[in-house]
């Protein structure tokens, strides 16, 4: 099966935007029959479609071809990640920091990146801060 819990995402709106082959469409329906949990997610995309340039007046057919490039993440971005997720060797931290003095670009995609970064505190879910608070009040 082509579609999985990893890509489901990109094919389903593709799915929506019924930019698949017969094949891709069966597996979508597939993927969505053997894992129901799915079917809300794609039932909330194909509610939210937006009308077609053809039903507007005076407006043409405007389709973007390379959308699947839009689910590609820039060489910039990767750099990006690997600093902020400390991947980088000490040699490769230094040229990035150096590159973030005279690209302007890159330091702001690196903000943008810092913002979205989760950070322990953020991944606590009421559940497991109430677990926390339990543990605390058993010790002594």
């Known amino acids: 099966m082509i579609v999985n819990i990893h890509n489901y995402e990109a094919y389903f709106l593709l799915y929506v ?8 469409k069966a597996e979508v329906e597939l993927f ?3 894992n129901p949990f799915y079917q ?13 340039n053809n039903d507007l007046p005076g407006e043409g057919n405007l389709v973007y071809e390379d959308k699947l490039s839009l689910y590609q993440i820039s060489e910039l971005d990767t750099q990006c990640l690997a600093y902020l997720d400390n991947e980088m060797s000490t040699s490769e931290i230094k ?7 005279v690209n302007p670009s890159l330091l702001i995609s690196l903000t943008q990146w810092r913002k979205s970064k989760f950070t322990i505190e953020d991944e606590l879910t009421l559940d497991s801060a109430f677990k926390i608070r339990s543990i605390k009040k058993k010790l002594p």
């Open 17 to 24: 935007d019924n930019e698949l082959s017969a094949k891709e």
């Open 32 to 34: 969505v029959q053997q």
């Open 40 to 52: 809300n997610e794609l039932s909330l995309l194909q509610n939210s479609k937006l009308v077609s």
């Open 95 to 101: 040229k990035f920091e150096q590159s973030l003095q």
